[in-house]
């Protein structure tokens, strides 16, 4: 039982001290990702990544999940209780810092940006990555989640962050929405 116990030890060390490098994942283990295209998206709750995953699977793009350095608690994401969440989307000039960065950001030409929306914005952890990069003449797509609130004003927020990059006119997404409904948005967005 005790070489069970140093095994996973071993793993778990494996796996956190690979959460520092740069990352790119590919969405497809039978075949190499477009390296053109990536699916970034921030998702604390679990509600944004499946749409995430089936974008990047859809496309065959690499996927990248911002990770926070600090990870939100679930306290940290009630709302209205002055908790972390309520104060960095208060505060303009909030940038929380993530864990690591995109591989080869210079090589995607179009980048899909999911995040779900607090207190009608998108994570200023979104808007920490937008300012980590040079998105000149790049294709920008967000897409979010939400059980209310419209992407309008998140979306305008962040392109103002990057008014040199191309942005394409985004969408809000109910949780649960099924990989269909993401392909046929991505059809009528990106020539499949």
């Not at 140093?6 to 497809?28: M, P, R, W, Y």
């Not at 993401?182 to 009528?188: M, Q, Y």
Request: proline letters at 5%.
């Amino acid at each position: 039982m005790s070489g069970i116990l140093l095994l996973a030890f071993i793993l778990c060390l494996t796996d956190c001290s690979n959460n520092t490098e740069q990352k790119v994942i590919s969405s497809g283990e039978n075949s190499a990702p477009n390296s053109s295209m990536v699916v970034v998206y921030f998702s604390a709750t679990g509600t944004t990544r499946p749409l995430a995953e089936y974008a990047a699977d859809i496309l065959n793009a690499y996927i990248y999940d911002i990770v926070p350095q600090d990870p939100y608690t679930d306290e940290d994401l009630v709302y209205y209780t002055g908790g972390r969440a309520d104060q960095e989307q208060n505060d303009p000039s909030a940038r929380p810092a993530i864990l690591d960065s995109v591989k080869d950001m210079s090589q995607c030409d179009t980048v899909l940006i999911g995040y779900f929306i607090w207190h009608g914005q998108a994570p200023k952890i979104i808007y920490t990555f937008l300012e980590s990069y040079d998105f000149s003449g790049k294709t920008l797509l967000p897409f979010c989640t939400s059980h209310s609130s419209g992407i309008c004003y998140s979306a305008s927020n962040l392109h103002s962050l990057v008014p040199s990059a191309n942005w394409l006119d985004g969408r809000r997404f109910a949780g649960g929405t099924s990989r269909n409904m993401i392909a046929a948005w991505l059809d009528e967005k990106i020539s499949l």
